[in-house]
């Protein structure tokens, strides 16, 4: 099985597996989209600046992605997401590698400078932790660390990705300066992945039902709306009411409350077609005809 070992596409009985080039070729494809445009990124005013934030908003995107592996593992009834978590969680950390080691470059490698910004600028602090966090998760992905640490301290230790994702978020919206709606709305997914591991372990695990799944995508895209509503209310010194009052503009655009419940409202839908799909019994093979 050694021989399989760098063949990540290939499962743990050294079978080509879909699933696993399909999340490789998601990995794969923010690399990809670079390539496509280099040009425009080469032209740019800060090149490298632009690649820091491609790899720090990706970074946060696969990592919200690896959260969601256990919840649309059980909504779509398909246990084999379980093999491609391990590659998700391994490729988020490698972005948030190239995140750091793009600053690094755009500055210049002066260790001096880069150890004082990371020490004094708060959104480097939080986003140096989250690094940090990451990297022992990382460090401690393999089976040989799990069996060293035991199953139940590896659980605990791994159970941080929720700290290290609401840190990563909060670097995120101190990193963006002006359209706060994208990172409001992966806030808003976050929050989800978050409600429904609460949910789940409220009603002592198991699959949740569709009406929860309908409440939860309710609730969260309430949650949203008013979270952003309270931040720009702050921001910019406006009543949260008055940023309420344009949720149903949508001539301004579609707020990130309304795109949080979509998504919400897709995950009810799979969730309410699969149920259905397995509540069918299954058809008698028909006679050999004669």
């Known amino acids: 099985m050694n021989n399989f070992s760098w063949q990540i596409w290939r499962d743990r009985r050294g079978r080509v597996s879909p699933l696993r080039i399909a999340a490789l070729a998601l990995l794969l494809f923010p690399l990809a989209k670079a390539l496509v445009d280099a040009g425009a990124i080469a032209n740019g005013a800060r090149p490298l600046n632009d690649l820091i934030h491609r790899a720090g908003f990706w970074a946060l995107i696969f990592l919200g992605v690896t959260l969601a592996v256990t919840p649309f593992r059980r909504i779509a009834r398909y246990g084999a997401l379980s093999d491609v978590r391990r590659m998700l969680g391994v490729g988020t950390f490698f972005y948030v590698v190239a995140h750091l080691v793009l600053y690094v470059a755009d500055q210049r490698y002066d260790i001096a400078k880069i150890a004082h910004e990371l020490t004094h600028r708060v959104y480097l602090i939080v986003g140096g932790i989250a690094w940090l966090g990451l990297a022992a998760l990382a460090a401690t992905s393999t089976d040989g660390m799990v069996r060293r640490l035991g199953g139940l301290r590896w659980r605990r230790l791994h159970q941080a990705i929720y700290a290290i994702a609401l840190l990563a978020l909060i670097h995120y919206f101190q990193q963006t300066k002006a359209d706060i709606s994208v990172p409001t709305f992966?806030?808003?997914?976050?929050?989800?992945?978050?409600?429904?591991?609460?949910?789940?372990?409220?009603?002592?695990?198991?699959e949740l039902s569709t009406l929860r799944l309908l409440a939860l995508a309710v609730v969260v895209s309430i949650l949203t709306f008013a979270g952003e509503a309270i931040?720009?209310?702050?921001?910019?010194?406006?009543?949260?009411?008055?940023?309420?009052?344009?949720?149903?503009?949508?001539?301004?655009?579609?707020?990130p409350g309304w795109q949080v419940l979509a998504a919400g409202?897709?995950?009810?839908?799979?969730?309410?077609?699969?149920?259905?799909?397995?509540?069918q019994p299954s058809r008698p093979r028909s006679a050999v005809a004669k």
């Open 186 to 206: 992966v806030a808003g997914l976050f929050t989800w992945l978050v409600g429904y591991r609460l949910l789940a372990w409220w009603q002592g695990g198991g």
């Open 231 to 255: 931040g720009i209310g702050i921001t910019f010194g406006v009543s949260p009411l008055r940023v309420l009052e344009t949720a149903f503009d949508f001539e301004a655009g579609i707020r």
């Open 265 to 279: 409202l897709a995950v009810v839908a799979v969730d309410f077609l699969r149920a259905r799909w397995n509540s």
